[in-house]
C-alpha cells in the first residue's frame, strides 16, 4: 500500500502539478489565438536553463530562481509574438503551428548552443526523503513542487477571476469576435497570454529539471503529454487543463503500477505513450474533452 | 587534379541520391499539405515505418532483430510504402474529421510512439544500437558504378512519382483537392465526401513518406532509431517546401534540392573548424533554417515557384 502511494501515487501527483502549469498556458493560447503552440515545450526547456544560470551565478536554490525565470520567459514570449506571430494574426491560424514548429527548433538549437546536450542538474547529491508515520516517504522536492504548483494555479485563478485582464482573457477565449465589440482591447489581451503561457511553462520547467534534470530536449518531450492534458481538459478551459494535466500525469506513473501479477503494467519506457492513448481516445469518443471546451 | 575531381563527383553524387530522396519526401509532403490542406507534423514517423519495414525484409537473418528475410529490395519498397499507408488510414481515421492542429499533434505523437518502440522493444528492432548491413541496389557494382546505379534508381522514382503527381494535380481529383483546402464548407455542397479524399490524400502521401524512409535506409545501408529524429525527417522537409513553394510539384523538388545542397554543404565547410566549434556550428545552422523558415513564411509564402493556376 505505502509502496503504491510512495512510488506511484505521489510521483503521478507531482508529475500532473508539472504537466498541469504547461497545459493551462497551452489551452489559454489555443482558446485566445486559434492555434497550438508547438513552441510551448521549448520554452519550458528555455525558463529551465535561465534558472539555472541564476542558480550556477548567485548559488541560490532553483526555487529561487523561479521569478527571474519567469520574467524573462514571458519578455521572450512576448517578443517572439511580436516578431514571428503577430505578422499572422489575419492569416490561416495553421501557418502560426508551422511558424511555432520553426520557433521551438530555434530555442532548442538557442540551448544548445550555449549549454551543450550534456545532463545537467541544479544541485548535486542525493536528497534523503522525509518520512511520515515511519513509512510515508516524500521527497522534499516534491513538496516544494506541489506546493509551488498550487499557490502559483490560486494566484492565476485569481487573476482570471478577480482583475480586467483576467476577465478579458477569458471572454476572448469564449467568444473572441464577441470581446472585441465588447471593446477589449485585443492586441493587450494577447500579450497578457503570452506572459501568462511563457511564465508558466516557466515554471514548469524548473520544477521538471528540480524532479529529474535538465536537457535540451525536455520540454520536447513533454509537448504531447501537454497537448494531451489541454485536450482531455478542453479546449480554452485552463481548469479543465489543470484537471487533464493530472489526470495524464496520475495515469502515466500508475501504468507502471505492477496492477496484475508482479511485473509493471506496462513498460516505463511507453510513459508517453499512455498520454498519446488517452488523448486519441478523447479525439475519437468527446473531441470537446471533459469540461466541454471548444472543438475546432 | 584527378583525384580531386573525383572526390567532388562522388560528393556530386551522395548530393543528388540523397537530395533525390528528400525530394520524394517532399512530394509526399506536397501532396498533405501543398493540395489538400492536411498538416502533418509526424513526417519523421511514416519515414521511420518505412526505413523498417525495408530493413527487416531485406537485411539477412541475424539474431539481433526480427525478421531478416533477405528479401529483394523492390519487395521491401513496396511493403514499406504499404505498411505506412496502413498506420496513415488509422491516424487518418480519428484525425482527419478534426481541424488540421489535430492531426498536427496527432502525428507528432504517432512519430514520438514510434521512437519509443524503436527504442524499447529490442527483439524487433534491436533497439539504439541500430541495425546495420542493410542491402543496397547495385552495391556489387565497382565504385563509382554502384553509387551511380544507386542514384538512377532515385532519380527514376523521382521522375516517375513527379509525373503521377503531376497527372493527379490537374486531373479532377486534384482539382477536388483543392476545392476542399480552399473551402471545405463549400466543396461538401458539392457533394464531394470530403473526408474521403483527404482519406486518400493523406494515405497517398503518407506512402511516399515511407519509401522516402525505406531508400534512406538502403541508401546509408545502416538504420536506428535516430530515424525518427524529428529534426532532420521532419523540419527540414517542410522547411524544403515551403521555400521551394508549397502546391507547386517542381517547387517540392527544386526546395529538397536546393535545401539539402546548402545543409550538406555548410556540415563540409564546417569541418575546417577546430572541433569544439563544430557541434556549437550544427545548432546554428539549425537556428539558421528556422529563420529562413521565418523569413520566407512572412516576405514570400508562396516560395521560389508559385502555385500555378494557368491550365484551369
Known amino acids: ?296 | 587534379m584527378q583525384d580531386l575531381l573525383y572526390g567532388v563527383m562522388m560528393y556530386g553524387i551522395s548530393l543528388l541520391t540523397i537530395g533525390g530522396i528528400y525530394a520524394i519526401l517532399s512530394l509526399g509532403l506536397n501532396l498533405h499539405w501543398g493540395m489538400t490542406g492536411l498538416f502533418n507534423a509526424g513526417i519523421a514517423g511514416f519515414f521511420a515505418i518505412g526505413a523498417y519495414t525495408s530493413t527487416l525484409l531485406t537485411t539477412a537473418e541475424s539474431p539481433n532483430h526480427f525478421g531478416g528475410l533477405n528479401l529483394p529490395i523492390p519487395v521491401g519498397l513496396t511493403a514499406s510504402m504499404l505498411v505506412a499507408g496502413i498506420v496513415a488510414f488509422g491516424v487518418g481515421k480519428i484525425c482527419l474529421r478534426l481541424r488540421s492542429d489535430y492531426l498536427a499533434i496527432a502525428t507528432i505523437g504517432v512519430a514520438e510512439i514510434l521512437r519509443l518502440i524503436l527504442k524499447n522493444e529490442i527483439w524487433l528492432t534491436s533497439g539504439s544500437r541500430g541495425i546495420p548491413s542493410i542491402p543496397r541496389p547495385f552495391e556489387h557494382l565497382p565504385q563509382p558504378w554502384s553509387e551511380l546505379g544507386f542514384l538512377a534508381v532515385v532519380l527514376v522514382l523521382v521522375l516517375v512519382l513527379y509525373l503521377a503527381l503531376e497527372r493527379a494535380f490537374h486531373s479532377p481529383w486534384g482539382r477536388i483537392m483543392r476545392a476542399i483546402r480552399e473551402n471545405e464548407t463549400a466543396a461538401a455542397s458539392t457533394g464531394k465526401d470530403v473526408e474521403r479524399f483527404r482519406m486518400e490524400a493523406f494515405v497517398l502521401g503518407a506512402t511516399l513518406m515511407g519509401l522516402g524512409g525505406a531508400l534512406t535506409a538502403h541508401a546509408f545501408k545502416f538504420v536506428s532509431p535516430d530515424a525518427s529524429e524529428p529534426l532532420l525527417a521532419t523540419f527540414l522537409v517542410w522547411v524544403m517546401l515551403i521555400i521551394g513553394g508549397s502546391g507547386n510539384n517542381r517547387g517540392a523538388i527544386l526546395g529538397a534540392v536546393i535545401v539539402w545542397a546548402v545543409w550538406s554543404s555548410t556540415e563540409l565547410l564546417s569541418r575546417f573548424l577546430p572541433i569544439d566549434w563544430l557541434n556549437r556550428v550544427g545548432y546554428v545552422r539549425i537556428f539558421l533554417v528556422g529563420l529562413i523558415l521565418q523569413f520566407i513564411l512572412q516576405r514570400r509564402p508562396e516560395g521560389l515557384l508559385p502555385e500555378r493556376y494557368s491550365d484551369e
Open chain 1, 1 to 296: 500500500m505505502f509502496e503504491f502511494i510512495n512510488f506511484y501515487f505521489i510521483p503521478g501527483v507531482v508529475l500532473g502539478c508539472i504537466y498541469a502549469l504547461g497545459a493551462v498556458g497551452i489551452s489559454l493560447l489555443f482558446g485566445i489565438l486559434r492555434f497550438a503552440h508547438f513552441a510551448h515545450g521549448d520554452l519550458m526547456t528555455f525558463g529551465a536553463y535561465v534558472a539555472l544560470v541564476v542558480v550556477t551565478t548567485f548559488g541560490i536554490p532553483a526555487m529561487g530562481a523561479i521569478p527571474v525565470a519567469m520574467l524573462v520567459a514571458a519578455l521572450l514570449a512576448v517578443g517572439i509574438d511580436r516578431f514571428f506571430y503577430k505578422p499572422f494574426r489575419e492569416s490561416r491560424t495553421i501557418i502560426l503551428v508551422i511558424s511555432s514548429f520553426g520557433i521551438s527548433l530555434m530555442l532548442r538549437s538557442a540551448v544548445q548552443f550555449f549549454f551543450g546536450v550534456d545532463v545537467k542538474v541544479y544541485q548535486r547529491g542525493i536528497q534523503r526523503p522525509l518520512v511520515f508515520f515511519d513509512t510515508l516517504r516524500i521527497a522534499e522536492r516534491h513538496l516544494w513542487i506541489v506546493g509551488g504548483a498550487i499557490v502559483i494555479i490560486v494566484l492565476v485563478h485569481l487573476f482570471l477571476t478577480r482583475t480586467r485582464l483576467g476577465k478579458a482573457m477569458r471572454a476572448m477565449s469564449d467568444d473572441a469576435d464577441l470581446a472585441l465589440v465588447s471593446g477589449i482591447h485585443t492586441e493587450r489581451v494577447i500579450m497578457a497570454t503570452w506572459g501568462i503561457g511563457a511564465a508558466l511553462a516557466a515554471v514548469a520547467g524548473v520544477f521538471l529539471g528540480i524532479d529529474t534534470q535538465l536537457h535540451s530536449n525536455m520540454g520536447w518531450d513533454q509537448l504531447l503529454p501537454l497537448f494531451a492534458a489541454a485536450i482531455l481538459g478542453g479546449i480554452g478551459r485552463p481548469y479543465g487543463a489543470i484537471a487533464g494535466a493530472l489526470v495524464i500525469g496520475m495515469a502515466e506513473e500508475l501504468s507502471a503500477y505492477p496492477w496484475i501479477g508482479n511485473e509493471p503494467l506496462l513498460s516505463p519506457g511507453y510513459k508517453t505513450g499512455v498520454a498519446f492513448a488517452i488523448m486519441i481516445g478523447m479525439l475519437i469518443w468527446r473531441p470537446s474533452g471533459l469540461f466541454r471546451g471548444r472543438v475546432f
